[in-house]
């Protein structure tokens, strides 16, 4: 995504929504809650980065190391973790993708419309120019 936001610049924009499978990864959700913890001390997409690069470790413990290493306050963040201050958050974001269709990650939505085509950054580009194109004629 951060390809298709350089290339397309200012006609994009991009819209994030938590979907945690937490059947398939156990801890997608504490995970989800530890990104909205990020963002609540202005690291979201930094901390969201992070989770991405270290799917396999995402323990409680993990998380707060990573809040620390990106130099946030570690302990705010392992107390928002363990009241789960943002799992309604999770939970809404969630709930709105099964209610819109989502059924797996990454999916993506271009003018409020399900992109099932490729993911590969040409044709995601494609994809969106089209739809830019579509809301101009």
């Known amino acids: 995504m951060k390809a298709v936001q350089k290339t397309l610049g200012p006609r994009v924009r991009f819209v994030f929504r938590n979907f945690p499978l937490s059947e398939m990864h156990p801890n997608a959700s504490n995970a989800a809650e530890a990104a909205e913890a990020a963002g609540?001390?202005?690291k979201f997409w930094e901390m969201h980065d992070t989770l991405f690069e270290h799917q396999s470790a995402l323990l409680t413990r993990d998380l707060v190391a990573y809040a620390a290493g990106l130099g946030?306050?570690?302990d705010r963040i392992a107390g928002e973790l363990k009241s789960h201050k943002h799992?309604?958050?999770v939970k809404e974001d969630f709930m709105s993708g099964v209610k819109s269709?989502?059924?797996g990650t990454p999916t993506f939505f271009i003018n409020g419309e399900r992109h099932d085509g490729p993911w590969y950054h040409q044709d995601l580009v494609a994809a969106i120019e089209a739809a830019i194109e579509?809301?101009?004629?």
């Open 87 to 89: 799992a309604a958050r």
């Open 101 to 103: 269709g989502v059924n």
């Open 40 to 42: 609540a001390q202005g």
């Open 134 to 137: 579509a809301t101009v004629e």
């Open 72 to 74: 946030l306050d570690a």
